[in-house]
């Protein structure tokens, strides 16, 4: 079954600190794997969308990685900023039937 | 500035009740989809239209109906026979198919059954 997992379920870092999120899937066959930041009670918004054949990805602070091999991405934030405080999404594209299997977020709150 | 309206942002709708939700575009992008949002649980897709005229079911479309009669258009209806339709209803668009391509979302509509 295709299925994308996230960890942690929520988070708490202090502003300026950085932090790394985690996501295992089981997509096959993969084509694509991206990241979302969605705000409470908004729209998602694209980070970063990374093919079989890219190993790591930056859009300003954060820096997508991943592991085909291992089935592995992770987001890395650096230098956290208020406004990270959102959910971050991992979306798997499973290349056969078009579909997009999401992941059910990571919850990120910046303390000041 | 383009992208994608939802509106209303907040909707209350009383049990047996069909509501319409809407969701309209200004990106040219030729694909429409409409997404179900719930605490704790991925996006799941409702219905998806690729082009004008012609839509499909997603993976959890009983109780719902669409039409696309305009590329920049796709309301959705909450029907009286979902059972459940308290959620976050999200809808977005993209120029490629949906596996390749970017989605853009709208900014959600809340619906609350009484």
């Known amino acids: 079954k295709n299925q994308v997992e996230q960890s942690p379920q929520s988070l708490i870092i202090l502003e300026g600190k950085n932090c790394t999120l985690q996501?295992?899937?089981?997509?096959?066959?993969?084509?694509?794997l991206r990241w979302y930041k969605q705000d409470t009670g908004r729209g998602p918004v694209s980070l970063t969308i990374?093919?079989?054949s890219e190993n790591t990805k930056s859009n300003g602070r954060y820096t997508a990685t991943l592991d085909a091999d291992t089935k592995q991405s992770s987001l890395h934030i650096t230098a956290s900023q208020l406004s990270d405080s959102a959910s971050y999404i991992c979306?798997?594209?499973?290349?056969?039937?078009?579909?997009?299997?999401w992941g059910a977020g990571t919850k990120l709150i910046i303390k000041p | 500035d383009g992208g994608i309206t939802q509106s209303p942002k907040y909707l209350f709708r009383k049990e047996g009740q069909n509501v319409t939700l809407s969701c309209e575009q200004n990106?040219?992008?030729?694909?429409m989809y409409w997404y179900r949002q719930d605490p704790g649980q991925g996006l799941r897709l409702i219905y998806y239209?690729?082009?004008?005229?012609?839509?499909q079911k997603g993976d959890i479309a009983e109780g719902y109906s669409v039409s696309r009669e305009k590329k920049e258009s796709f309301p959705l209806t909450v029907t009286s026979a979902q059972k459940n339709p308290t959620a976050f209803y999200l809808c977005?668009?993209?120029?490629?198919?949906?596996?390749?391509?970017?989605?853009?979302f709208g900014e959600g509509s809340r619906l609350t059954v009484l």
């Open positions: 977005a668009s993209s120029m490629e198919p949906r596996n390749t391509g970017e989605l853009f």
């Open positions: 990106l040219n992008h030729d694909a």
């Open positions: 239209s690729q082009i004008v005229n012609d839509f």
């Open positions: 996501c295992n899937y089981t997509v096959s066959p993969f084509s694509n």
């Open positions: 990374m093919t079989f």
């Open positions: 979306v798997v594209s499973a290349y056969s039937n078009y579909q997009l299997i």
